[in-house]
């Protein structure tokens, strides 16, 4: 399981340097956009979640604006030196593709002012950079998931175990308690049978002295 876990987690990775972002356009409030667009091998679910979790973490909440995770007022040297609204869209690959997600990134300086390749495309560029190094983020992320996934598999084979440890004491109180019941019956069985004898020893003296 460890081996299997192992490779899989280096064919991700080999996946995530290999992959690069690319440009789309992308409506938002019924005006065309330019975005930054990555593919990764996870779930949306996965995905989602460790964006969600990356941006808690450094201190951001979300509020959900147009199908987007909307994070405003984002500090972050790796976009450029101000500060900047994050709109991050998670969906499918594909309708039948359901293992591989698409993020969609729009960056804007506020107010929605959007950036893109020609204007500021610095911060744009950056922002490409950035959703094409995201992967080992969400690696990260779920191989943690999948680590308390199993801690709770193992505490809950750990409860397993000590219940029926608990139930074998219990099993073996009671085997002893037959054990004991089992002997005692016995030696009642020979004593019963002794007491048996001497009272047949006594009807035959009685009989013997019945009056011919």
Known sequence: MKKLVTVAIAIINCFVSLAQSRVEPVEFQKIPRQAAVMEYPFSTKTTQA???DKFTKLGYKSKETKGFMVYKGVRMAEIGSDMYDLYFM???KSRKDKDNSKITLLISKGLEQF????????VFNNGKNYLTNFGPVIVAYDLEVQIKEQQEVVQKNEKKSSSLIEDG????KEKAK???KISDNEQDQVTQKAEIEIQKQILTMLISMRKS
């Open 169 to 172: 004491v219990s099993l073996q």
């Open 115 to 122: 950036v893109s390749d020609t204007l500021d495309a610095t």
């Open 90 to 92: 998670v969906d499918k």
């Open 50 to 52: 460790a964006i969600y």
């Open 178 to 180: 037959l054990e004991k």
